[in-house]
């Protein structure tokens, strides 16, 4: 966890220091960067991965727990963002898609291995197939192409845009009616090593954000921690995990690690998801650096004391 937070720290301060060095080229590769992970990372980790991915009927529980988990925390958001906050359908479309992508991959591997061991990782990667795969394609890309504001003004534009932008729903696709045979082992582990890649690209990406927003004369760290970034913090945090915990104590034995993971910040796939549609970015960056942060920190904490 350590390295993890190394990595974490340093690639942010890499894209604070790009931007304020080479400006809009360091933008111009930001945004290159996230691009390239939408249509060259996330189809093949997403199709290896779903072609190895086996269930039974107790982890199918859970991760229709954890489905009417997420759909509820995104109701939540949607509501306080609009009916209390009354944010702009932009920053409401940032707040949602930040609740419905959790770092349940790469962070979420390391956090699990710290605290539970390495024996506990299959969960970790069950639930990073079965809910956060479905919930990136379907969800976060969906909100997107309904709340963004560059995809498109009526329905029939917006329905396109879901289409058109998201490579890794046909990749989900074909993943689940492939043979293992296109799966094997050694290509299965290349992709993971993707996702490990995938996490200081997006972190760079979150630097540049944070430092493209700040005033000058005004540091960037900490980012704004405003009413609409507090809102996604607790309710991706705090909020998304007890209500998978509700929704499954009745009826099975929730898993350690899928409750674990539930717990995981935003992930770094909201911010492609909010470049390729128009959502803002002061609230998916921001949210994105406090909930790692706070995650993080108590990840730590729990495992010096533990």
């Known amino acids: 966890m350590i390295l993890v937070a190394l990595a974490i720290v340093l690639a942010t301060a890499a894209g604070v220091w790009a931007e304020r060095r080479f400006g809009a080229r360091a933008s111009a590769l930001s945004r290159g960067s996230l691009t390239a992970v939408l249509y060259g990372v996330l189809p093949p980790v997403v199709f290896f991965n779903i072609v190895r991915a086996e269930f039974d009927f107790d982890d199918g529980v859970g991760v229709l ?19 209390v906050l009354h944010l702009r359908r932009a920053e409401t479309g940032a707040v949602m898609c930040s609740v419905v992508v959790a770092n349940t991959g790469y962070l979420g591997y390391g956090v699990v291995a710290a605290l539970l061991g390495f024996d506990s990782l299959p969960q970790a990667v069950l639930y990073d197939i079965a ?6 394609i379907l969800g976060a890309f969906t909100i997107g192409a309904a709340f963004g504001d560059r995809a498109g003004s009526v329905p029939a534009e917006r329905i396109g845009a879901f289409f058109t932008r998201n490579p890794a729903l046909y990749a989900a696709g074909l993943g689940l009616v492939a043979p293992d045979v296109l799966a094997p082992e050694v290509v299965v582990d290349a992709s993971r090593i993707l996702v490990v890649a995938i996490l200081p690209v997006g972190f760079f990406a979150v630097g540049v954000a944070l430092a493209e927003m700040a005033q000058e004369g005004v540091a960037p760290f900490p980012p704004p921690f405003t009413k609409a970034v507090a809102l996604t913090v607790v309710i991706r945090l705090v909020i998304a995990p007890a209500l998978l915990l509700g929704l499954a104590v009745a009826l099975i034995d929730l898993p350690d690690e899928f409750l674990l993971v539930a717990a995981m910040p935003c992930g770094i796939n909201s911010l492609i998801v909010t ?4 959502l803002d970015l002061r609230i998916t960056s921001a949210a994105i650096a406090w909930s790692t942060a706070i995650a993080v920190l108590g990840t730590l904490v729990l495992a010096l004391v533990a």
């Open 131 to 136: 809910v956060s795969s479905p919930a990136l």
């Open 275 to 278: 470049h390729a549609y128009g």
């Open 65 to 83: 727990c954890a489905y009417a988990a997420l759909a509820l925390a995104v109701g939540l958001a949607w509501l306080v963002s609009t009916r």
